[in-house]
């Protein structure tokens, strides 16, 4: 089986030109957790992540501290949001490098290479590079063990 087996077809993405706020009211209406950036011709150039958005407003502290158990409550950090500049900026000023997979790839492969680079979630594109679609650690796995039952 390839990734095409279990991806989900129906991709929401943006441009570049897509400003932090609206790629943050995307993820909040959608309920997803990735957006792939795209070019004109619909190649992803990059992607967003609820992760790249929130770090905007966890405290600098937490990329020092090993183990925040210690910490019960951030305070007036809590309430604290990105200011009108920072979220008016592009998101090319946040996107991170795009990892994708193409149609043909098998399953296997795919879980492999989201877990070796901490993905949650791997775009898949056509053999023009096109964006055809995403798949989740969830879609590829559950599609693996399905097979199992097979094996009887």
């Known amino acids: 089986m390839n990734i095409t087996s279990c991806m989900k077809r129906h991709v929401v993405s943006i441009k570049i030109h897509t400003t932090i706020q609206e790629a943050a009211a995307i993820l909040v209406k959608k309920h997803i957790g990735l957006l ?4 004109g011709d619909d190649k992803p150039v990059g992607v967003i992540g609820m992760r790249d958005l ?16 210690f910490v019960h409550d951030f305070g007036a950090v809590e309430d604290a949001r990105p200011s009108a500049k920072t ?11 795009v990892i994708t997979v193409d149609e043909e790839c098998g399953l296997l ?44």
């Open 36 to 39: 792939p950036v795209v070019d």
């Open 54 to 69: 929130l770090k905007l407003e966890l405290p600098d502290f937490v990329n020092f501290v090993a183990d925040v158990d």
């Open 87 to 97: 979220l008016n900026k592009t998101i090319k000023s946040l996107m991170r490098p």
């Open 109 to 152: 492969r795919a879980y492999a290479l989201m877990l070796q680079q901490n993905l949650h979630d791997i775009p898949v594109i056509s053999k023009e590079g096109q964006l055809i679609g995403i798949a989740s650690r969830v879609d590829v796995g559950a599609a693996i063990l399905a097979t199992w039952a097979k094996a009887d």
